[in-house]
């Protein structure tokens, strides 16, 4: 009986549903449908100063892309270009700025002639380590001094990748003196450059993926790119043998994500916080890969391809970073915001050179010592 009671009221209470359904209740639903939003999806094109899927700088690019859209559930997909697919390798900064592409990944050295104290922001002649710099553009105000460089050009900076400490360069002939760079045509951006036409020689401005026929064919003498394992790649020993040591004019080259700033805000503040997040991660990605993979590649490079590895000489380096300092100082004189960005990178290179006397160099020193 007591069954039966509960059947009937669940009867009634379903026969009432069906009349409030009859009464409008179908309309209430239509509205309840319509009220809730579409998702909005946002497609975005990066374009790169790299060849396709090159390995390191080319494939974090790709990486990053990955990243952005499988973090935003597909809410913001993002498309990769290789240098000269949609525009040419050095004119991401334009690209970018102007719309052609949302994104870019590169490096701010390339955009001197454009911005001269942008090239502080990928690396400095005796300058900061990959750490170092990190903590200087994370904790240090040189993300916001870069932030403000960019700002009148519709961008948005990002470090987004470090490959650490570089080689000194790949020669035709050894290099024993201040002497033998005289005259000298060695693809070396940025303030390297600068560095290296102080002292007699001739810079050239060559992207990656011309490196390699320039060296060939005697169009340049001498080249810097990144390190064992980029070179490796690029296969670079097969136009030159000597492979010098330390790299005094990139000792961390960052890589920087560039975003359109109308489209970067365009997106809602979740997207923007996982672009942010991505791009964080992709820093961190690149410098871990290369720390890895950099010595395996050099013994490649020495013992199966025959490469003559040879450090600087003592008395060619002080020389070197003597004209570096000068340069810095010349550099800086000559634009106002070089000097703001200048002065701040000096003073926290200081700082921290200060701190890694008693920590990071003492330790290596002690560790060293068998």
């Known amino acids: 009986m007591r069954n039966l009671m509960v059947l009937g009221k669940l009867a009634i209470a379903s026969l009432l549903a069906l ?51 499988e973090m935003s559930g597909g809410r913001l997909t993002v498309k990769v270009y290789a240098a000269g697919e949609l525009v040419p ?9 102007r719309g052609t592409a949302e994104m870019g990944h590169s490096a701010s050295y390339y955009w001197k002639g454009k ?3 942008a090239q502080f922001f990928t690396t400095v ?22 932030e403000e460089l960019y700002a009148p050009f519709n961008l948005i900076p990002m470090p987004a990748g470090n490959p650490g400490v570089q080689m000194g360069g790949w020669f035709n002939k050894e290099v024993n003196s201040l002497a033998d760079f005289q005259g000298l045509k060695m693809r070396m951006p940025g303030l390297g450059g600068e560095v290296l036409n102080k002292i007699g020689g001739t810079p050239i401005n060559l992207p990656g993926s011309e ?10 003498d ?3 790119w990144v390190g064992p394992y980029n070179d490796l790649a690029f296969g670079l020993y097969k136009a030159a043998k000597y492979y010098y040591f330390p790299g005094w004019h990139e000792p961390g080259s960052a890589v920087e994500a560039i975003f359109n700033k109308d489209a970067f805000e365009a997106l809602p503040s979740d997207l923007q916080a996982i672009v942010r997040v991505a791009a964080m991660k992709a820093n961190l990605d690149m410098l ?50 070089s000097q703001r960005v200048y002065n701040s990178f000096k003073a926290f290179l ?4 200060a701190w890694h006397d008693v920590s990071e160099r003492a330790f290596i020193n002690a560790r060293s010592n068998d």
């Open 350 to 353: 200081d700082t921290v050179s």
């Open 211 to 220: 490196i390699f026929t320039a060296l060939q064919t005697g169009s340049i």
């Open 89 to 97: 390798a050095l004119e991401v900064f334009d690209a970018v700025s």
């Open 115 to 117: 911005v001269p104290a």
């Open 19 to 69: 009349l409030l359904v009859a009464c409008g209740g179908s309309e209430k639903s239509e509205e309840q449908v319509s009220s809730v939003k579409k998702v909005e999806t946002y497609e975005w094109k990066m374009v790169t100063s790299w060849p396709k899927n090159f390995p390191g700088i080319g494939t974090s690019a790709e990486t990053l892309a990955k990243d952005i859209t």
């Open 222 to 224: 001498a080249t810097e």
């Open 125 to 146: 002649p005796f300058g900061l380590t990959a750490q170092e710099f990190n903590a200087w553009v994370y904790y240090g105000g040189g993300l916001e001094l870069w």
């Open 288 to 337: 871990s890969e290369f720390t890895a993979r950099n010595n395996a590649a050099l013994k490649t490079l020495v013992d199966e391809h025959g490469v003559i590895l040879k450090t600087y000489p003592k008395d060619l380096l002080e020389a070197l970073k003597k004209a570096s300092d000068e340069t810095l100082k010349e550099v800086a004189a000559n634009d106002p915001d």
